[in-house]
């Protein structure tokens, strides 16, 4: 009889104390929310476009015959770091040409969260790029000790856009660098281009110099979040370049790079390694990840696009073998743009739609923020002082004073607009391969799906989340967002 008092009061105890337990609830709920229909589309006046509000229903089971879009707030993943565009020589130069009118309109079309697509990332460099009038440096030539380290060549154009964007963002970019060649004296080509590789005998002298860069922006009221290692290590390119094998990125940031920034108080600023393509990303992240010494320096892993594109083809899948190998370690898209340009492509659709299926397959691989190249060119595709002119979202028209909008800054805004710093990317999945989806859960409980139609039809599809839905339409060739 004790016997079974004792397993009824267990019982009793366990049923109340599993009443007492706070009930899981589901962070997110459909109940009396519309849905906001943003809508940008070819052949058609639709950009960043109001098309429509609706309201959830009940869902039954969809047909095999019905296009869904599916989104369970419930499982969740990375947070969202931003999404931003890079300040390099060549759009200060061209800004500073700008009447203060396409001045402040430019400014408010990346940075106003209301009056434009609301930027919150900007990548820079350390000296010169590709992207510049010409070469250049912070210290003359030679100069092993760095006593003649100067920014001044910044102050002209570069350092006033970057503050202009700060201010217009409200105060406040996640702003990263990145260094395209050391000096030429610390190489072993001699030369700052047409890469070569850093001379051991300099390594702690280049250490030193991210240190007096970081600082000498710091004291502009420009903080630097972080900096990567050297913008694409394994290409010898006509530019500013310099090569480093992984072992070789490995050791620099391990014994020199990582320490240097912990002695000079620095351990705020992050690493991020690699930054190149797609294609090499996974051996780069196991020979330095794999390594103690070196990974506990690390933030985490950017990459570039330029690794194929053909008909759309790119190789996401080796994000999310990095992200499912080292779940702690960030991702970062830090470039990207559409090469050889052409004055009489600036509206060619494919452009942007490559800028949206890039985005939706790097946030659904684990990539934590996106970056793309110039914020501004001219209508050169320039200036770039070794003739690789490229496009960017706005172009200038130095002879007319006019901006330029392409198809690649509207598709960015269906991102930057509308997912917030902090969301959470939640899963999100389509029934047919003509769409492409992400979904984001923002801090204030308003969700963001952006939904891209890649085919030559107009498309209905069912958003449902649990047992509601809603019934959209998106035109051919457009890419949605849809707020709730």
């Known amino acids: 009889m004790k ?3 004792f397993k009824i009061l267990c019982l009793l105890f ?15 709920t459909t109940k009396g929310k519309k849905v906001s229909v943003y809508t940008t589309a070819e052949n058609s006046d639709l950009r960043l476009t109001s098309t429509d509000n609706l309201v959830f229903s009940q869902a039954k089971q969809p047909l095999e015959t019905e296009i869904s879009v599916f989104v369970e707030p419930s499982k969740k993943f990375q947070t969202f770091m931003g999404i931003g565009g890079a300040v390099t020589d060549a759009s200060a130069e061209i800004f500073a040409k700008l009447s203060k009118e396409k001045q402040a309109e430019f400014l408010n079309a990346y940075y106003d969260k209301q009056k434009g697509i609301g930027y919150s ?6 000296q010169s790029s590709d992207f510049s009038s010409g070469s250049y440096s912070y210290i003359e030539e030679g100069d092993k000790d760095l006593k003649t380290f100067s920014i001044d060549h910044d102050r002209q154009y570069r350092i006033p856009l970057i503050k202009q964007a700060i201010q217009t963002a409200g105060g406040k970019l996640l702003t990263y660098a990145a260094p395209w060649s050391p000096n030429a004296f610390m190489k072993s080509n001699k030369n700052v281009l047409k890469g070569g590789t850093l001379l051991p005998e300099y390594y702690q002298t280049w250490a030193n110099f991210y240190v007096k860069f970081i600082k000498a922006y710091e004291k502009e009221g420009i903080p630097i979040w972080g900096t990567s290692t050297q913008n694409e290590p394994m290409a010898v390119q006509t530019w500013e370049s310099c090569i480093y094998t992984a072992e ?33 990303m996974n051996q780069r992240a196991n020979v330095i990840y794999s390594d103690p010494e070196a990974s506990k320096y690390v933030w985490g892993m950017g990459f570039h696009w330029y690794e194929s594109w053909s008909g759309g083809a790119s ?11 080292y779940p702690d370690k960030g991702l970062l898209f830090t470039e990207g743009c559409v090469e050889k340009f052409d004055a009489k492509k600036y509206q060619f659709w494919g452009n942007g739609e490559r800028y949206g299926i890039s985005m939706i397959n790097d946030f659904n691989n684990g990539t934590a923020g996106w970056t793309d190249w110039n914020i501004l060119l001219d209508q050169n595709g ?8 490229c496009f960017a979202p706005i172009h200038a028209d130095t002879t007319t004073g006019e901006l330029i909008y392409t198809p690649s800054y509207y598709y960015i805004g269906h991102f930057s607009k509308f997912i917030r710093l902090n969301a959470k990317r939640v899963s999100s999945a389509v029934s047919r391969s003509s769409l492409l989806s992400t979904s984001f859960l923002n801090t204030d409980g308003t969700m963001a ?13 069912n958003l449902i989340i649990a047992a509601e839905k809603t019934v959209v339409k998106i035109p ?6 849809l707020v709730y």
Do not use: C
Not at 476 to 481: E, K, R, S
């Open 248 to 280: 070789a990125e490995r050791d620099f940031i391990k014994n020199f790079l990582g320490p240097t920034l912990k002695k000079e108080k620095l351990s705020n600023v992050k690493i991020i390694a690699w930054d190149h393509n797609r294609d090499l």
């Open 382 to 389: 320039g200036p770039n002082h070794v003739g690789n002119f």
């Open 476 to 481: 051919a060739h457009a890419i949605q967002t």
């Open 315 to 325: 190789m996401f899948e080796n994000v999310a073998k990095v992200k499912e190998a």
């Open 449 to 461: 799906t952006i939904v891209m139609n890649q085919s030559d039809k107009e498309v209905t599809y």
């Open 14 to 28: 366990s049923l109340t104390a599993f009443a007492q337990q706070p009930k899981t609830k589901n962070e997110f």
């Open 3 to 5: 016997k079974n008092s």
């Open 121 to 126: 990332l900007l990548r820079t460099t350390i």
